[in-house]
């Protein structure tokens, strides 16, 4: 067991938690974003992780706008952060994680129910708020995280947050790939794998790279929620998944 990476993970997620209590309420949205990002570097980076954006093929990030990537594990909140922090929207069991599911409801992320449609509504209402007010907000379309290789289907109800506040769907495309450049499954967090054994299994591997792919905004003048989120999966898909001639 890597015994000094998670001593270290440990340390910094207790700084962070310190760092949140007793700053951020003295903190304005600038300082706390400067703070966000730089802590996530280095989570990142203490998991072995390096950090790619795909520079060659992207177009400069519109803003304001929806920002949607798909779901792998629970690090990938903290790679994007590393790029811009967002206010994520998360699925609910991460609000009860041994301190990562404090550090998020207090750095912004908003948790939804599962299966309960007033949360959707309420969550819809908020965000459309939130991006109105100038916050930048994220979501995984999937509502789960899938293993790699895999893009399941796009759950549309929050793209009409999008539409409602008049800004684009801003898609990424997130991978995590070994020193050859193929998919590494140690990024994988799915089934009944627990967060410490996740933490653990990224910490063993070492030697990932997390590369985060901005693809072409999406306009949602005129657009359907649906619409939108066939398109986005199809648009990440064709990044991620490769394909067979």
Known sequence: MPVLPLARLGLHLFVGLWKTAVLFPWLDEAGRDRRIQRWSRQLVEICGVSMELDAERQ??????ALIICNHISWLDI???NTIHPCRFVAKSDIRSWPLIGWLCHKTGTIFIARGKQSDVRRIYAGLVKSIHDGERVAFFPEGTTAPQGTVLPFHANLFEAAIEAQVPVQPYALRYVDADGQLHNAADFIGEMTFVESVIAIVKCGGLKAELIRLPALPTQGAHRRELA????EMISSVLIPTTT
């Open 230 to 233: 066939v398109t986005a999966r």
């Open 59 to 64: 177009e400069q990030p519109v803003s304001p």
């Open 78 to 80: 903290f790679v994007i």
